[in-house]
């Protein structure tokens, strides 16, 4: 058995990854443009000239698309099926995520759902909203 | 103005103990052969893939080319589309007079595709390879619900695609599968990445192919019939499908525009369609995106087997990366298909009077796109 995919922070990612150990979701904003960028960076892709600082988001969205996994990378075969998704957070961006607590089947896109940090590697899962 | 002089592929399918260079090399020959050309006579080298490492030297290097044009540009399985386009640009420069466009693959004899890595992720895949999504499946399938919710599209009308194109395959000699499929034989396939069916995605084959490019001065006096470049377009929207600006219209929507602008043609002007159909949903979104339907409207349009032969529509007419050849970036072969169709050499396959034909690849996980009009004397 390899060892299963786990993130390996840059200077650029690292307060993100402090987040998910602090059980806290962040993105970046722009102090210029005001708008969310995801996954962070170094600079602004909207307005090219602001400064990204770090905010909390609320940590809720709504699944945009999502697949139910038959098929799985060598590592993640003994959890088969389970739903990855593309969820929209309410600051705009996406991010990829699984879902938990939550039968494959009864996924759906437009679900509401909430962030979930949890596992070994720590990563921000969601969840249905409650 | 620039013409396709060769095409040709390598051994295709299971081509132990050959290597993908030999593949290169193999059909390079054989295209060139096509165009009454040597080796001696390449000044510009384009390949992708391939064995690693600047893939345009090693090409150059293993048929005794010095070029004095290369390019090694890789956006994935669409690089080779984008390399005509750029070979006729070079050549319309005057930069190269014969241009020569290589890939090869061993990816089913070596078992080399894996659908995921292990251990660190860093850049992007700290944050899309941590949670065991396949790839390049899981993507695609991302974007099938995507098109699903928003349009009513079906798994029956993405198993129309399948089915359609394996009856052009059945057709082909050189195609890896042949027996014919149904509708319920797709939707009774194993679940890959729901709603992919393994009948959605595309074969696992060996292969290379090549195509060669030469100027219009160099057209004169071919063998063969050009095959005139009227139109080319590229882009890419993202690397990471989380960045995908909408699931569901790919980058064929700037690329088909630029190639239709460029060769002031329409749509309703292609006679025979080749894309990448990597999964069947790439097909629905490819053909939305340049234009041959409505926005959404790409289930109802394939319905039917409206795209087999017969149909009122010929798409992927040599049986494409779902029944014919998938050596992982399959761009190249559109290119080779298209071509041959112009020149009427597709026997039982030939769509009668073809005079336009479009190919369009598709790179990354509908990053890229790159497509190129051709059209005949």
Redesign the interface.
Known sequence: MTERAFPVPDAVTQPFWDGVAEGVLRVQRCVACGRYVFYPRAVCPHCTTGELEWVEATGAGVVHAFTIVHRAPPDYRDQVPYAVALVELDEGVRMMTRLVDVEPADVAVGMPVEVAIRGEPRLPYFRPAR | MAAIAGVAESDLGEVAPKNAMQLQAEAAREALGEAGLTFADVDAVFSAGGDGFAPSMAVAEYLGITPRFTDSTNIGGSSFVVHAGHAHLAIQAGLCEVALITYGSTQRSAASR??????????????????????P??PY??????HM?EHGTTAEQLAEVAVATRKWASLNPKAFMRDPITVDDVLAS???????HLLDCCLVTDGGGAVVVVSRERARDLPRSPVWILGHGESHTHL????MPD?TTTPAAHSGAAAFGMAGLTPADVDVTELYDSFTITVLLTLEALGFCGRGEAGPFVSGQRTAPGGDFPLNTNGGGLSYCHPGMYGIFTLIEATRQLRGECGPRQVEGASVALANGTGGVLSSAATVVLGRD
């Open positions: 894996s659908l995921g890595r292990s251990g660190g992720m860093r850049g992007l895949a700290q944050f899309e390879g941590v949670w065991g999504l396949p790839a499946v899981g399938a991302l974007a099938a619900s995507r919710h194993r679940w890959i990445a729901q709603p992919l990471g499908i989380s960045s699931l």
